[in-house]
């Protein structure tokens, strides 16, 4: 067939049972993972169906577990979809009994044959990098019916919530971006890379990056703009080059002088990806996937990514809640933390931003030197969590193994990988723990 997805036959193949599968069945259910990429696996699926007039079902879930696979059991579902996640666990899927397909691309430790099971990385394509759940599941939608095309930007909205365009699109998302790019779906545009439509919108409503002493405060933002006749009121695709220039300028400025690393800054002007139908860019769409994820919003998720227009609006309130939240709370951060000798701390009593902020002051705020950790008080314990950088990693820097040790050492449980972890111990052994993670930490990074 012209006009597919070049993909490895044995992937088509399975690509094509798939299909097969939905054409000869009624009620379909799909599960997915509950993140940016799952939302947008999801909608692909959705669209998808819709298109095909198949009555569907769609579940968000964290974990798929035992419990959650003896639910499904009870249900009468004629084809369950699972996608962004299913690849570890086709076992209890396959106990299911039902017909299923699973849109992975986590990491594959064993292959099937009771159920259709598709994971591009068993065709050399890289996980992590070269595919995400919602251009797997683009995989099959782009197969069962040309118009799916509609549903690239999901698809690509997915790709960019795991972080798969950070250095340029690679792989199977690529093969996708190429694809929409020549079909005129999405145009590029070198732009800055911030969210909002004016550049007071952007510079003051932004907490990624930080403007320090400007995020969060509208009225210095306009002050800026207008020492540097720039109209902060004016929408991004209005500026002619040169205020574009002198506003770039300025930010970049401004996230050098806080010594914010190069890595970031390099990103304020990059190649966007606008949807021409929507005028969002891929990058926007997935923020607001986030957001709805954050919230557990999951169908507002999903209408926001089909083109819903109302759900669009309530997804950027949710987001700019959540960014007022965090911005509060940075401003505040501005005065400075506890400084204790290998590593700086702060209180948060918000735990579910704790760590976005410890990332977020380390980024561009804050001191890099050492690992920012933040504590909150909820009922009888501490919730602890660590942010490193990766100059601190390649020193020796492990906040898994320092917080699980400091943490076990008072009686709580902490983990989680070498740059950012968490824990929680009881109430009156948070100092205690803090000290010796301090302890700890100093060996490491000396070490
Ligand atoms: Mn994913």
Redo the contacts with the bound molecule.
């Keep these: 067939m012209k006009g597919l997805i070049p993909i490895p036959s044995g992937l088509e193949e399975r690509v094509r049972e798939a299909a097969d599968l939905i054409g000869g069945v009624k009620r379909i259910r799909v599960v997915s993972?509950y993140?940016s990429?799952?939302i947008s696996?999801a909608a692909v699926l959705a669209g998808m169906l819709k298109n095909a007039s198949k009555p569907f079902q769609v579940t968000m879930t964290r974990s798929l577990d035992a419990h959650f696979i003896e639910r499904l059991k009870s249900e009468t579902n004629d084809l369950v979809l699972f996608s962004?996640m299913g690849s570890g666990q086709l076992d209890l899927i396959g106990g299911m009994n039902t017909k299923a397909v699973v849109l992975d691309?986590?990491r594959v430790t064993e292959d099937t044959d009771s159920i259709v099971h598709i994971n591009p990385s068993m065709w050399g394509f890289n996980g992590t990098t070269d595919v995400?759940?919602?251009t797997t599941s683009f995989l099959l939608a782009q197969y069962l019916d040309e118009t799916n095309w509609a549903l690239a930007p999901c698809a690509l909205a997915?790709a960019y919530?795991?972080m798969q365009h950070l250095g340029g699109y690679r792989g199977i998302n690529q093969l996708v971006m190429q694809k929409a790019l020549e079909k005129g779906q999405i145009e590029e545009r070198l732009s800055l890379s911030l969210q909002g439509g004016s550049a007071l919108e952007a510079i003051a409503l932004s907490a990624e990056p930080y403007f320090r002493g400007y995020s969060g405060r509208k009225d210095l933002v306009a002050d800026l703009c207008s020492q540097i006749s720039v109209d902060p009121g004016k929408q991004f695709a209005d500026y002619t080059d040169a205020e574009m220039r002198r506003l770039s300028s300025v930010l970049i400025l401004m996230l050098a002088s806080s010594g914010c690393p190069y890595e970031h800054i390099s990103q304020i002007v990059s190649v966007q990806h606008v949807v021409k139908s929507s005028g969002m860019t891929i990058s926007e769409l997935s923020s607001l996937a986030n957001a709805c994820g954050r919230s557990e919003r999951y169908s507002l998720g999903l209408a926001m990514e089909l083109g819903d227009g109302h759900a669009t609006i309530e997804a950027k309130g949710l987001r700019s809640q959540y960014n007022g939240r965090v911005l509060e709370r940075l401003i505040a951060l501005e005065e400075g933390v506890e400084q204790m000798e290998h590593i700086q701390c702060f209180r948060s009593d918000d735990a579910s931003i704790a760590g976005a902020l410890c990332g977020l002051y380390m980024s561009f705020i804050g001191a890099k030197s050492k690992p920012t950790v933040a504590y909150s008080l909820s009922g009888d314990s501490y919730k602890i969590s660590a942010r490193g950088t990766k100059q601190l990693v390649e020193k020796g820097l492990d906040l898994a193994s320092g917080l699980s040790d400091a943490s076990g050492s008072v009686g709580g449980v902490g983990g989680g990988h070498v740059i950012a972890s968490g824990a929680t111990v009881p109430r009156d052994e948070l100092r205690k723990c803090l000290g010796l993670l301090d302890d700890i930490t100093g060996k490491q990074v000396r070490g």
């Design positions: 993972h993140d990429d799952g696996s962004d691309h986590h995400s759940g919602a997915g919530g795991d």
